[in-house]
């Protein structure tokens, strides 16, 4: 099984060691991890700003990238949703690059999605023993990809608590440019989601601009609530914690 490793631009940037924790966690599952070094940005960012032409070249790039791969993993579902729901939109007019984008979003996967729904892991070890958690259901991963039960069953069967979160499915804030936009909303949707965490050892979410906005939220309001992503959890549940 060939898999592309598509990291990012924020696992490459802020989240580095978790995209390294995801890569030799498919790989120590029996993965054949690959990492096409002309990947950049999935464009969604530009999307989301109304800047479909760039968005549209980001997308096509994308596309010849990661062409030939059995699998392309992401440890973000926000740019999964990008490839997998918004992608084909950008190229209805064009039928040769809408086929292809289809193609691509057949093919892309969350990594926990993968891990569960492609690799059909029930448990990648007992290394969370003890450890409580709280889990950030993003947006995108649990409303556009349909990912939410996953993350949760692998984290339990590594011996993690999953703790009762009123907040839990509710947004984080961050939406990309909607905190730039609306930085005083977004704040206070951080705010209610830090305000109702309960006492864990770490807060963990698959998408890493959730964990981004909640981390730099809590650190300006001086909160110690350890944030980790979910790839970084779940290999140190794979190599015993």
């Known amino acids: 099984m060939r898999v592309c490793f598509f990291v990012t631009c ?20 029996g993965a054949e991890v690959r990492f096409p070094r002309a990947q950049t940005c999935c464009g969604q960012p530009a999307y989301n700003a109304g800047h479909w032409d760039e968005a549209r070249k980001m997308a096509a790039h994308t596309q010849e990238v990661f062409e030939g791969c059995d699998y392309v993993v992401l440890p973000s579902g926000s740019c999964t949703t990008m490839l997998r729901a918004y992608s084909p939109r950008l190229f209805e007019g064009d039928r040769p690059r809408y086929e292809a ?18 690799l059909n892991a029930e448990s990648v070890g007992r290394g969370l023993a003890g450890r409580r958690v709280a889990y950030h259901h993003g947006c995108h991963v649990s409303r ?6 996953e993350p949760l069953r692998l984290l339990e069967a590594a011996g993690a608590e999953v703790v009762p979160w009123e907040a839990d499915q509710e947004c984080c804030g961050f939406g990309g440019v909607f ?30 601009a959730c964990l981004l906005h909640l981390a730099g939220r809590a650190k300006q309001r001086g909160l110690g609530v350890p944030v980790r992503h979910v790839a970084s959890l779940l290999w140190e549940a794979h190599r015993g914690g």
Do not use: C, I
């Open 179 to 208: 905190a730039v936009k609306n930085a005083p909303v977004s704040l206070a949707m951080a705010d209610r989601k830090l305000d109702t965490v309960p006492e864990v050892d770490v807060l963990t979410s698959a998408d890493g």
């Open 101 to 118: 984008a289809l193609d691509l979003a057949g093919r892309s996967y969350e990594l926990v999605e993968f891990l569960v729904k492609v």
């Open 10 to 29: 924020l696992a490459d940037q802020f989240f580095a060691e978790a995209a390294a924790d995801a890569v030799r966690l498919l790989r120590a599952l």
């Open 144 to 149: 556009e990809l349909g990912v939410k039960e």
